[in-house]
């Protein structure tokens, strides 16, 4: 009882504005060498999200339309309340386009 008030009360939801990519020279340009920010060897139907520097690497993020990742990435014009959600092919990441979501946010530790 007491580990779930824990637990509810580490938990937040964030309005964040949700867009996609993969990791294609598309949309990594010179960084698209399947390696993440946090040095995270990224493998065939991976979810995981970018995110700005204030949540730390390894925090989890449930994400409405696209499910629950950690976060193993930074990017560029990934600040404030954005964030990029990882598809394994660039069509997909087309599809999702861009977002204004509450996302639940699950801090590390
Ligand atoms: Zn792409």
Known sequence: MLFQLILLSAMF??????TAYCGGECCCGE????ITASGYIIRP???LIAAPTTFKFGT????????????KDRGGAIQD??????FSKHEEALQWG????????????
């Open 13 to 18: 939801i964030q309005p964040m504005e949700a």
């Open 31 to 34: 960084y698209a060498d399947g």
């Open 45 to 47: 139907g991976d979810k």
């Open 60 to 71: 989890e993020m449930y994400v409405p339309g696209y499910g629950r990742a950690s976060i």
């Open 81 to 86: 309340d954005r964030l990029d959600v990882y």
């Open 98 to 109: 861009w977002q204004k979501l509450l996302v639940r946010v699950f801090p590390r530790g």
